[in-house]
C-alpha cells in the first residue's frame, strides 16, 4: 500500500510537471506573437507557407522539369552501351561526348505546324488614276476588261482625248484609267461642288469621302470647296451622257437634217422605193471584228470583219439619204431610209456606188468595204435606226 501511495504521489508530480512545462510553453508564444514582434513572425510564417505552395503548384502544373530528368536515363543507358567504346577513348586521353538520338516514336505522335516561308500579302483596291499607253491591237473593251472598268469609264476618263468615240483609239496614246467606274472631272472656276455632283448623278459627300481625290473631310467647306482650277476630281459610281458623233436620224422627208454632218448630205428626196421590213446581212462577212453593239460605250453599231471593196449591199429596199464623206469619224458613209420607219447606215467604206436620192433594191451593191475615217483596220460599221432609234442589229438580220 505504501509503495502504491508513492507511484501516485511521482505520477502526479509528473502531471504537474507536465502541465506547468505547456503552460511555459503557451505563455511563451504568447508572448512571442503579441505586439509587433508577433506580427512580423507571422507575415514572416505566411511567407515561407506561399512559397512551399507555389514550388509545389510549379512541379503539379510544369512536368518539364521533371521531363528534364527523366531524359537524364537516356543518356546513362547510351553511355552503358559505350563503356567499352568510352573505356578505349580514356586509355587514349580522349573524352567523347555521349551521342543523342530522336526517339522518332514520340516525333511520330500528333500534329506538327508546317513551316510556310511564303507571306501573303493583302491586296487592297486601287484608288489612284494610272496611266496606261494604248498598244497596236488594243480595242477599248479590251483595255476596260483588263482593269475591271465598264468601257464607258475608259472614255469618261479620257475624253480630251477621245472625245467619245472609241473609234479614235490609236496606238501611243496616253489614256488615264480610273480606280473605279465613274467619271473624271476637271474643275472649272465657279463651279459648284452639289450642282457638279448632281450632274453625275450621284451625292457630294461620296466624291469627297473618296480616298483617291485625297480631300480633308475634317477641314472642307462644301459651300466653299478649295479645289485649284484644273484640278481633276474621280466621281465614283458617277456617269454622264456620251457625244454621239453619228448621224441623226436621216429620213427622205427630211434628208437636209444632215447638212451639218458632212459633204455627203443630200436635198430634197420624194418618193423612192420603200423595203419589205426584212434585212439581209449587208457583205459576205458574218462575224464582228473590233467593236460589238455596245450603246454604253458609245457604239451601237456592229463591226463587221472583211477585206478592203469586199461588196457591201443594202440590207433593205430604200432610198439613198446620204452619200460621201462624214465629218465626224465615219469616213465615206451611205445612209438608207427604207420608208417604213426603218434606216440602215454602212460607215467606212472605201468607195460609193450609189448616189443621193438613188433607190436601191435589197441585196444591190452600194459600195466597198473599206477603212476611212476614224478607223484601224478593215470593216464595215453597221447600224440600224428605228423611229430615231439606234437597235442591236443582232436582233433583225436574217
Known amino acids: 500500500m505504501e509503495d502504491q501511495h508513492k507511484e501516485e504521489l511521482i505520477e502526479n508530480q509528473n502531471d504537474q510537471e507536465r502541465e506547468t512545462l505547456f503552460t511555459r510553453i503557451r505563455n511563451l508564444l504568447g508572448d512571442l506573437l503579441a505586439g509587433e514582434n508577433g506580427r512580423r513572425i507571422l507575415t514572416i510564417g ?4 506561399l512559397v512551399i505552395t507555389v514550388i509545389f503548384a510549379i512541379r503539379a502544373f510544369y ?3 521533371r521531363g528534364v530528368q527523366a531524359s537524364l536515363p537516356l543518356f546513362s543507358e547510351q553511355s552503358g552501351e559505350e563503356d567499352s567504346g568510352n573505356n578505349q577513348a580514356d586509355q587514349q586521353g580522349i573524352l567523347e561526348m555521349p551521342s543523342f538520338v530522336e526517339d522518332q516514336a514520340v516525333l511520330s505522335k500528333g500534329i506538327h505546324r508546317a513551316a ?3 507571306t501573303t500579302i493583302p491586296t ?3 484608288v489612284d488614276v494610272l496611266t496606261y499607253i494604248v498598244e497596236q491591237g488594243d480595242s477599248l473593251f479590251a483595255i476596260a476588261e483588263t482593269f475591271g472598268l465598264k468601257p464607258e469609264t475608259v472614255l469618261w476618263g479620257n475624253f480630251d482625248t477621245l472625245a467619245d468615240n472609241p473609234h479614235t483609239l490609236q496606238p501611243g496614246q496616253e489614256l488615264n484609267i480610273l480606280p473605279v467606274n465613274g467619271t473624271y472631272h476637271e474643275w472649272r472656276d ?3 461642288l452639289p450642282k457638279v455632283a448632281s450632274y453625275y448623278g450621284v451625292d457630294p459627300l461620296e466624291i469627297i469621302q473618296y480616298p483617291g481625290n ?3 473631310i475634317y477641314d472642307f467647306d462644301l459651300d466653299n470647296p478649295s479645289f485649284e482650277i484644273g484640278q481633276m476630281l474621280i466621281i465614283p459610281g458617277g456617269e454622264r451622257e456620251l457625244v454621239d458623233y453619228g448621224p441623226p436620224a436621216i429620213t427622205r422627208d427630211n434628208p ?9 448630205h443630200c436635198g430634197t428626196i420624194f418618193t423612192g422605193n420603200v423595203g419589205v421590213g426584212v434585212f439581209i446581212w449587208p457583205t459576205t462577212e458574218r462575224w464582228v471584228v473590233g467593236y460589238d453593239y455596245n450603246p454604253g460605250a458609245n457604239h451601237p453599231a456592229i463591226d463587221i470583219a472583211g477585206s478592203i471593196e469586199n461588196p457591201v449591199w443594202a440590207s433593205d429596199n430604200g432610198v439613198v439619204v446620204y452619200a460621201g464623206w462624214s465629218n465626224y469619224g465615219y469616213g465615206n458613209l451611205i445612209v438608207v431610209d427604207h420608208g417604213t420607219g426603218w434606216q440602215t447606215l454602212y460607215a467606212h467604206l472605201n468607195s460609193t456606188s450609189v448616189g443621193c436620192g438613188q433607190s436601191v433594191n435589197q441585196g444591190q451593191r452600194i459600195g466597198g468595204l473599206g477603212s476611212t475615217g476614224n478607223s484601224s483596220g478593215a470593216h464595215l460599221h453597221f447600224e440600224m435606226i428605228y423611229v430615231g432609234t439606234k437597235v442591236n442589229p443582232w436582233n433583225f438580220l436574217q
Open 46 to 49: 505566411g511567407v515561407i507557407l
Open 63 to 65: 512536368p518539364e522539369a
Open 116 to 118: 510556310v516561308i511564303h
Open 124 to 126: 487592297r483596291s486601287r
Open 190 to 192: 465657279g463651279e459648284n
Open 214 to 216: 485625297k480631300i480633308d
Open 256 to 264: 437636209a437634217i444632215a447638212a451639218t454632218y458632212g459633204p455627203g
